[in-house]
T-cell receptor, first 113, second 117 residues
Framework: DQQVKQNSPSLSVQEGRISILNCDYT??????FLWYKKYPAEGPTFLIS?????DKNEDGRFTVFLNKSAKHLSLHIVPSQPGDSAVYFC????????????FGTGTSLTVIP | DAGVIQSPRHEVTEMGQEVTLRCKPI?????LFWYRQTMMRGLELLIY????????DSGMPEDRFSAKMPNASFSTLKIQPSEPRDSAVYFC???????????????FGQGTRLTVV
């Protein structure tokens, strides 16, 4: 059963606007969350992460929000740029009980110039 | 460091043939993961090694799949016999820690695109 879900397979956004990518998880033991970015023919690369002791983490144009009660996190990209066009994967893990990262199915973001 | 290195980048094989995918993790990393990317399941964990020892292989789809890590710098994923439904992109990833912690990230290779015809 998929423990990490990304229900939007794709998203299109105009350059300069905000991109919001969503992710839901089911395992209440998850306490560390990551976003990865993947370009075609390349492996995923780490983008930003958040620990469950926080509800927000910001790195430049990228901000991740965590809502533990809803088991939901989101990635905001502001402003969106054409180079942000890629597939974004959400990942989660438990630092107390787990040894592995669980990934979602990915959201393909297209930023239109 | 060159990062995680996978070979081959592309593999086309006939149904029933044996396929071996190779991975060289980042030097000094203690954990190695094999993932398979599909549209339906995204990045699906197949097997995880910690200090060369397989820890969790519950994601391996069936007995046709096997993985080894004979030393800290090399791992293989073998499919024998291969089937068309095995066609996917297979990724290897490594982390510097044994087990995941806050601040741990997985470093991925470029993947092997497998096509079984």
């Amino acid at each position: 059963d998929q423990q990490v879900k990304q229900n939007s397979p794709s998203l299109s956004v105009q350059e300069g606007r905000i991109s919001i990518l969503n992710c839901d998880y089911t395992n209440s033991m998850f306490d560390y969350f990551l976003w990865y970015k993947k370009y075609p023919a390349e492996g995923p690369t780490f983008l930003i992460s958040i620990s469950s002791i926080k509800d927000k983490n910001e790195d430049g144009r990228f901000t991740v929000f965590l809502n533990k009660s809803a088991k939901h996190l989101s990635l905001h990209i502001v402003p969106s740029q054409p180079g942000d066009s890629a597939v974004y994967f959400c990942a989660a893990t438990s630092t107390k009980t787990g040894n592995e990262f669980y990934f979602g199915t990915g959201t393909s973001l297209t930023v239109i110039p | 460091d060159a990062g995680v290195i996978q070979s081959p980048r592309h593999e086309v094989t006939e149904m029933g043939q044996e396929v071996t995918l190779r991975c060289k993790p980042i030097s000094g990393h203690n954990s190695l993961f094999w993932y398979r990317q599909t549209m339906m399941r995204g990045l699906e964990l197949l097997i995880y090694f910690n200090n060369n020892v397989p820890i969790d292989d519950s994601g391996m789809p069936e007995d046709r799949f096997s993985a080894k890590m004979p030393n800290a710098s090399f791992s293989t994923l073998k499919i024998q016999p291969s089937e068309p439904r095995d066609s996917a992109v297979y990724f290897c990833a490594s982390t510097p820690t044994s087990g995941v912690r806050v601040g741990t990230e997985a470093f991925f290779g470029q993947g092997t695109r497998l096509t079984v015809v």
